[in-house]
């Protein structure tokens, strides 16, 4: 219903910044929108969601660092600052409602 393609991952030093896209297309009218991650041996988390009234939720561990933002219906960012180590994870854009469809994931590491 929707395919989403993220972009944007890399190696980058602690303390730099990275911006991750994703591109939509398909039936594009998605309410809900979220960046996932999942870094080795862990859990996949929630990193960041915003609504198409532009309301956004962060997970503790990147609040006043990462800021998603959705300019158009078929494009989402997430701006990646002061990023530390912990931060090294496969990072995947998501369509949460109305319907669920996930990206292949774009690779985000950083070193010491």
């Known amino acids: 219903q929707v395919q989403l393609v993220e972009s944007g991952g890399g190696l980058v030093q602690a303390g730099g910044s990275l911006r991750l896209s994703c591109a939509a297309s398909?039936?594009?009218?998605?309410?809900?929108m979220a960046w996932y991650r999942q870094a080795p041996g862990k859990q996949r988390e929630l990193v960041a969601r915003?609504?198409?009234?532009?309301?956004t939720d962060y997970a503790d561990s990147v609040k006043e660092r990462f800021i998603i933002s959705r300019p158009s219906l078929n494009r989402l960012y997430l701006q990646m600052n002061s990023l530390e180590p912990e931060d090294t994870a496969v990072y995947y854009c998501?369509?949460?409602?109305?319907?669920?469809?996930w990206g292949q994931g774009t690779q985000v590491t950083v070193s010491s």
């Open positions: 915003i609504t198409s009234g532009g309301s």
């Open positions: 998501v369509a949460e409602a109305p319907w669920s469809s």
């Open positions: 398909g039936r594009l009218s998605i309410t809900v």
